[in-house]
């Protein structure tokens, strides 16, 4: 079961790659890249409580040239990072891909086990033979697999975040290649599952000690106050995870990394559509510390954005963001600090989930009179339940999982699930009830969830997520690029609608178990986008001919043809407003201008020098360019 639909996949890949062609294909490699941004613990809300303080080109260029969905929620109870990095890219929910929680109870081997752990591989990249990670736990192909299939396996796919399960479950069975980080040291590493040695880039990367560089640093605010430090104890080694990974330096080290694969492994440059994925990670690392109405989290969400503007920018001279499509969401929110939520009269408070754990257990040893760990892990507010102890007592799982349950209402749990009851599909017909039916899985043996009241953390200190509530199910949802009409959308969307969007729009199936929709609203309605690998009219999307101009997509002009300074960019910018003035179609003319008012001379001078010279021929197809 655990290799049985990586080794499918790859089977077909293998077929495909003996029998077809690359004249067989109808599929045209438009656009060259995908880029999906993940964040760790992203709040919904953030966009628009600092939209005011966003610079130009981060978070702007979703807001004001993308199609941005401002009520997305995830629709299942368990909001943890491996669920919601699967659900993103399989378009499905737990009871779709099956990863419940970060870890779980595995009955089998009679251990915790995390989400992405598979004890058939190995590490890679650091010494000593740990076992590695691999995506064997899911149950659901995502939207790289799929990619890999309608592309023959020419398409390549690439994970990477600080965390194993951020950048092996969205990345998918097929894909060429996942990268974390080494918590000790920062170094980059992955798993025999994709390859028995680190690729000479990635190794050279490792050897540079980029990872020291971010060591001894102050993270300051605006008015140089020291916000954190990345200076090890003294006397004491430095962990590269816990030091760096709560500040905007951990995010500078995983952009680093991320131009690195993306210029040596030439993604954009094949010839079929490539994917990355980049999880960044150091929100939800700062965010269980201090909670999101902190200064350091406002700090953090501003250093993101020039984070993320400067990486818009070397994918627009490496590439060309003509011919990039740019997806961003977040895995799930996070609850407000409970003493924050208390001095606003709201029913906040931190729990002990170990404590609970211990009550229940002791409850349920004098109600069996036989002393036992019946309860063997609490993530709150999740349990998993020992089947061994319950079977020493006669006790069947219903009736295990129901005195679990029964047990943690003293607790102050309002009600609970139980994995019987939502394999059956016994829950009310219910907003709440459709959330944890979503959020069943066959793995990890006989649980309950239970249904903690709003703002109750389970453990002394700190915040967390993973419940129903819309401060861990309300996430952000964008787009960018030529498929997607620019505007705020405040019709109701899911995290589940990334992925079958971005199949449809590239001419692919849909992951297998998505049950997402097309965020069709966003789409003009006469056009279906170019690169779509099926056959047939359609309607597509025209750009300038810069080939025809002499120059190439996505790579700067030659010295002589491109603007080499910011006053040559600004009279191309004058010279092509001009000509889009001049469109026969107002609303193509006037919106081109807004786009092209909205690029920076020094980073786009190429783009502008390009539609200068093609509007003189065509100002709609210009027009049609810039939108």
Same mark, same amino acid.
């Given at each position: @079961? ?60 979703? !807001? ?73 736990? !899911? ?14 396996? %020419? ?43 680190? $690729? ?8 540079? %000690? ?89 700090? @953090? ?174 996430? $952000? ?24 969007? !971005? ?56 010295? =002589? ?19 889009? %003035? ?7 003319? =006037? ?17 502008? =020098? ?5 509007? %003189? ?11």
């Amino acid at each position: @079961m655990r290799s049985s639909l990586r080794s499918s996949l790859l089977g077909i890949l293998l077929c495909l790659g003996l029998t077809g062609t690359g004249a067989g294909s109808a599929y045209n490699a438009r656009p060259k890249l995908v880029v999906i941004i993940v964040i760790d613990q992203f709040r919904g809300d953030y966009l628009e409580r600092y939209r005011d303080q966003w610079g130009e080109g981060g978070f702007r260029l979703l !807001l004001d040239h993308g199609a941005n969905f401002t009520d997305c929620n995830y629709n299942y109870a368990n909001t943890r990072t491996a669920p919601g990095h699967a659900t993103l890219l399989t378009g499905a929910y737990t009871n779709g891909h099956g990863i419940m929680a970060n870890d779980w109870w595995d009955p089998q081997k009679k251990a915790i086990v995390a989400a992405a752990d598979d004890d058939q591989t190995k590490l890679v990249g650091v010494a000593g033979g740990a076992p590695g990670a691999s995506p064997h736990h !899911l149950l659901a192909d995502t939207l790289g697999d799929e990619l890999k299939l309608a592309t023959q396996g %020419k398409s390549r796919v690439f994970g990477i975040a600080l965390k194993d399960r951020a950048s092996v479950l969205p990345a998918g069975f097929a894909a060429n290649g996942a990268y974390w980080i080494d918590r000790t040291t920062g170094a980059w590493i992955t798993s025999t599952y994709y390859r028995s040695e680190l $690729p000479r880039w990635a190794q050279d990367f490792n050897d540079n %000690k980029r990872a020291e560089k971010y060591l001894n640093q102050d993270w300051k605010d605006s008015n140089g106050n020291i916000l954190r430090s990345t200076r090890p104890a003294a006397g004491k080694p430095g962990n590269f995870y816990d030091l760096v990974g709560s500040t905007p330096l951990a995010n500078d080290y995983e952009f680093e990394f991320a131009r690195e694969l993306i210029t040596y492994e030439k993604l954009g440059n094949g010839p079929a559509t490539d994917l990355l994925i980049v999880s960044l990670s150091a929100n939800d690392i700062l965010g269980h510390k201090v909670g999101p109405d902190s200064a350091e989290m406002q700090a @953090m969400a501003l250093a993101m954005d020039r984070q993320l503007a400067g990486f818009f920018e070397f994918l627009g001279h490496q590439i060309g963001l003509a011919n990039v499509w740019i997806a961003l969401s977040a895995d799930h929110g996070i609850a407000p600090l409970p003493q924050i939520a208390a001095g606003m009269h709201l029913p906040g408070a931190n729990v002990s989930g170990d404590k609970i754990r211990a009550q229940i257990n002791s409850a349920l040893s004098a109600r069996f009179s036989h002393k036992a760990e019946y309860v063997k892990d609490l993530d709150y507010p999740v349990t998993w339940l020992d089947s061994d102890a319950f079977a020493a007592v006669k006790v069947n799982e219903q009736d295990a999982e129901r005195a679990v349950g029964e047990a943690l209402k003293p607790a102050g749990l309002r009600t609970y699930y139980t994995r019987s009851q939502l394999e059956r599909g016994d829950a009310p017909n219910t907003e709440l009830g459709s959330k944890y039916l979503h959020s069943y899985s066959p793995l990890g043996g006989w649980y309950v969830l239970g249904v903690p009241p709003p703002f109750t953390i389970g453990f002394i200190g700190g915040t967390d997520h993973a419940t129903p509530y819309t401060y861990d199910t309300h996430v $952000p949802l964008a787009f960018y690029g030529l498929p997607f009409q620019p505007g705020t959308y405040r019709t109701h969307a899911e995290p589940v609608d990334l992925a079958p969007t !971005l199949a449809s729009l590239l001419g692919i199936n849909a992951p297998t178990h998505s049950v997402g929709r097309v965020l069709t609203e966003a789409l003009p309605p006469s056009r279906r986008v170019a690169g779509s690998v099926h056959g047939g009219d359609r309607e597509e999307r025209s750009m300038p001919d810069v080939e025809g101009l002499g120059f190439r997509q996505g790579t700067m002009a030659p010295p =002589s043809q491109a603007a080499t300074s910011a006053a040559e960019a600004a009279n191309h910018r004058t010279t092509a407003i001009a000509a889009l %003035k001049s469109c026969s179609t107002q609303r193509q003319g =006037s919106w081109s201008i807004q786009r092209l008012e909205s690029w920076s001379s020094a980073s786009q001078d190429f783009r502008v =020098s390009v539609l200068a010279a093609a509007v %003189k021929n065509d100002g709609r197809t210009a027009a049609e360019g810039v939108r």
